[in-house]
């Protein structure tokens, strides 16, 4: 019996570190903590993506290499 307590002690245990480890991850990015990379719009479809992962021509930027192609879509949304 005082086996078994211990075991549910034990999992009680770890279900509350993983909430704790899991609540750390979810939290929203503080303020002080760098943003890596900035953000570009894709000047064709408008998304938003890495600008690492962007492609630039002509002072726009592209999500992909067909998007840089086609060039700037209809601004009217
Ligand atoms: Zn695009």
Redo the contacts with the bound molecule.
Sequence with gaps: MVRLLFWIALIAAAVWFWRKFKRSISTPRSSNEPISTPMVR??????HLPQDRALSLSQHW???Q??LEQGP?SQDH
């Design positions: 894709c000047a064709h479809c408008g998304v592209y999500c992909s067909t998007h879509g």
